[in-house]
């Protein structure tokens, strides 16, 4: 078996993180398919990569697939392969994923995006091992270990007749489910700090100079919705405009879109579908107001209230809005919800 440390490199030491790793390590050695479910960003690739390096499969094919990104015409195309002459275009026969990941791993990524056709010839690739190309008649064997990987509710998708039941228990023979960034916050410093190093070497430094306190908080202090790649993207940014190879980076730009003259639409505020239905009294002064205000006068409850149920903590209100923490605190100042300091209704940061 390859030696770990030659393995795609997944940092952390929270215990959220150490748990997933030791059930993708036991995993490995099932030669079984393994179901990855996890928000964007949250390194689903990076588990199907150990989960191939680590098994006895490790020095086969590992061969990717993104499912969601090709049209769904060619999908099917595109995992079976084909015939020629099988449609306008085909002038010779063509491999598809499985046969090009034979005797390895295929990783389906954003396999919710597949259609129940594409799904039910999955179902008997994953199943028996063995499909017929677009067009074409005869059948080949093949010998792969299929990882696939969502980001949506497959039961509930099954459920609603979305996804195919069988298929769905064939391939979650085992769930590997991440854990999000914001449930691992003790492993944003040594995150930053790796994604910090790599960009001041790519920048030309001889050495990362560290963060500042302020900005390692600003770091923590963020839901991330984007997860582990939206922390990369923002520390990669961050020492780009920094520039200075001898001063500790102060400040984060969590959002590269802040800027006193970006343009606004009316529809660029988001507000909780929970705030949407304003109580009577409410409704009733608003009825003749224009929509705009409406619009505002809807927002700034929402806010205030996702601020006072989080007893003015700032990230807190804003993950309960499902916003940015720096389009939540501009949402704050908008609507004069700042306090001067010793107040007790102040944001807290």
């Known amino acids: 078996m390859r030696d770990s440390s030659s393995l795609p490199a997944m940092l952390g030491q929270s215990a959220a993180f150490t748990t997933v790793l030791a059930e993708v390590r036991r995993l490995a050695a099932i030669d079984r398919p393994v179901l990855v479910i996890g928000e964007r960003g949250t390194g689903k690739e990076l588990v199907a990569a150990r989960l191939h390096y680590l098994s006895q499969r490790w020095a086969q094919p590992l061969v990717t697939l993104n499912c969601g990104a090709i049209a769904e015409s060619l999908l099917e195309a595109e995992l079976f392969g084909y015939e020629a002459g099988a449609f306008t275009g085909a002038q010779r026969r063509r491999q598809g994923r499985f046969e090009a990941a034979d005797g390895g791993t295929l990783f389906l990524d954003e396999i919710a995006n597949a259609s129940m056709a594409v799904q039910e010839r999955l179902l008997r690739a994953v199943e028996y091992g063995q499909f017929e190309r677009v067009g074409g008649t005869e059948s080949v064997r093949v010998d792969v270990r299929v990882v696939a990987a969502t980001n949506v509710d497959l039961p509930a998708l099954s459920a609603a007749g979305r996804f195919r039941a069988d298929l769905l228990d064939r391939l979650a023979f085992e769930v590997v489910t991440l854990p999000p960034l914001r449930a691992r916050r003790e492993d944003i410093p040594v995150l930053a700090d790796a994604f910090a190093r790599a960009m001041a070497s790519e920048l030309g430094w001889s050495a990362f100079p560290g963060f500042t306190e302020g900005a390692i908080a600003a770091l923590l202090a963020d839901p991330w919705p984007g997860n582990i790649r939206a922390l990369k993207s923002c520390v990669e940014r961050s020492l780009a405009r920094h520039g200075d190879p001898q001063r500790p980076v102060a400040q984060v730009v969590v959002d590269p879109f802040a800027s006193p003259w970006r343009p606004r639409s009316q529809d660029s505020a988001v507000v909780s579908p929970a705030a949407t239905a304003p ?71």
Request: aromatic fraction near 4%.
């Open 279 to 349: 109580v009577a009294s409410t409704a009733a002064a608003t009825a003749a107001a224009p929509i705009r205000d409406q619009r505002a006068q809807l927002e700034r409850e929402a806010v205030a209230r996702a601020l006072a149920q989080a007893g003015g903590h700032g990230p807190t209100a804003a993950a309960a809005l499902g916003l940015g923490y720096h389009q939540f605190r501009r949402l704050v100042a908008r609507y004069g919800l700042v306090k001067r300091r010793g107040s007790p209704n102040r944001q807290s940061e």
